[in-house]
Nanobody, 123 residues
């Protein structure tokens, strides 16, 4: 199971840190972060391979968001800085259980999804 948390309301320019904690007996190789706004397609935000820490970011968040992992806590973090109203949405974390050399920001690659956490950035 995946549990996402840390969302909230923040002013533009502010920061938030999201957490995604894995529990149970899942064997995951990649954790991805996605966001969705009503009426729009789900957007890949970031991903990280748990074995070697390979990382990727969506173009809209590069330089502002940082993904990291804490293996001891089975948790992946998404640190978000310089937030913009366009970052508003429901953020989901997802896991890929198939071994892969690198992570991808395509939602179809992911097998398990946590519930979302709302991020709202006010202007």
């Amino acid at each position: 199971q995946l549990q996402a948390s840390g969302g909230g309301l923040v002013q533009a320019g502010g920061s938030l840190r999201l957490s995604c904690t894995a529990s149970g007996n899942g064997n995951y190789y990649v954790i991805g972060w996605f966001r969705q706004v009503p009426g729009k397609e789900r957007e890949g935000v970031s991903c990280i391979t748990l074995r070697d820490g390979g990382i990727d970011y969506g173009d809209s968040v590069k330089g502002r968001f940082t993904v990291s992992r804490d293996e001891s806590k089975s948790t992946v973090y998404l640190q978000m800085h310089s937030l913009e109203p366009e970052d508003t949405g429901v953020y989901y974390c997802a896991a890929e259980s198939a071994w892969t050399l690198s992570c991808a920001l395509a939602s179809a690659e992911y097998d398990y999804w946590g519930q979302g956490t709302q991020v709202t950035v006010s202007s």
